[in-house]
């Protein structure tokens, strides 16, 4: 039971890797919000990637393979896990389905979340994240103080750094270039599933979770 979420940034994988793992009883492991600790801790792995993240542009493979395959042998990881925005290029898709299978596991199924690059950019452009839950909501417009509240939860919202127009055209960039490519190299391998990711959020969580159960491997 591992899976990976494959999409553009803004295409929705976190707030569906979140639904998903919590229905299939898995760990969701995404990489931006490992690194986006490691920022805010200001330790030695923080102090290597806030360059990248702030530029838009992919954190060395090194270290990245290194710090998801950490989370892959923590023991809270046995069950499954769900990789949220890993692999981003084909380098690391080759170390993940190697480390994998030095332990008799493989990448069961991949979701790949399909979206317009119109949407992508609105999306990202009012995107605002809350403090507490890490919910994402999209908002157009400059928000007044006193409405930045969580709709979920009350918490603070806030905009990503990189959440920025400059920053938001470098990181489709890179997709599109690095990323973009595994959809062919899972799709060649059978394990690819496609999924129509605009709409209402729950529409399409309920279009993930029946083509994984259709796909019968939880
Ligand atoms: P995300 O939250 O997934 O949009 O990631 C935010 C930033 O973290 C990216 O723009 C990259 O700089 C970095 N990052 C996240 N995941 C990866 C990855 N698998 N490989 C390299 N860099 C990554």
């Known amino acids: 039971m591992y899976i990976v979420f494959l999409g553009a940034p803004g295409a929705g994988k976190g707030t569906q890797a979140t639904s998903v793992a919590k229905e299939f009883g898995l760990v969701s492991i995404a990489s931006g919000d490992l690194f986006r600790q490691a920022v805010v801790r200001g330790d030695e792995l923080g102090k290597k990637v806030k360059?990248?993240?702030?530029?838009?542009?992919?954190?060395?493979?090194?270290?990245?393979?290194?710090?998801?395959?950490?989370?892959?042998?923590?023991?809270?990881?046995?069950?499954?896990?769900?990789?949220?925005?890993?692999?981003?290029?084909?380098?690391q898709a080759e170390a993940l389905d190697e480390a994998l299978k030095k332990q008799n596991k493989k990448i069961d199924k991949v979701v790949y979340i399909k979206v317009e690059e119109k949407e992508l950019v609105r999306r990202l452009g009012g995107r605002w994240v809350c403090h507490s839950c890490q919910a994402p909501c999209t908002i157009e417009g400059i928000l007044a103080i006193e409405q930045r509240k969580c709709r979920k939860c009350g918490g603070e919202l806030y905009q990503r750094p990189d959440d920025n127009r400059e920053t938001i055209k470098n990181?489709?960039?890179?997709?599109?270039?690095?990323?973009?490519?595994?959809?062919?190299?899972?799709?060649?391998?059978?394990?690819?599933?496609?999924?129509?990711?605009?709409?209402?959020?729950?529409?399409?969580?309920?279009?993930?979770?029946?083509?994984?159960?259709?796909?019968?491997?939880?």
């Open 171 to 218: 990181r489709l960039k890179v997709y599109f270039t690095e990323t973009a490519p595994l959809i062919e190299y899972y799709r060649q391998s059978g394990r690819l599933i496609e999924v129509e990711g605009e709409g209402n959020v729950e529409e399409i969580t309920k279009r993930i979770n029946s083509a994984l159960r259709k796909k019968a491997i939880i």
């Open 51 to 91: 360059e990248y993240m702030a530029k838009g542009v992919l954190v060395p493979s090194e270290i990245t393979v290194q710090m998801v395959l950490n989370k892959l042998d923590a023991p809270e990881s046995l069950n499954g896990v769900i990789f949220d925005g890993f692999p981003r290029n084909l380098k």
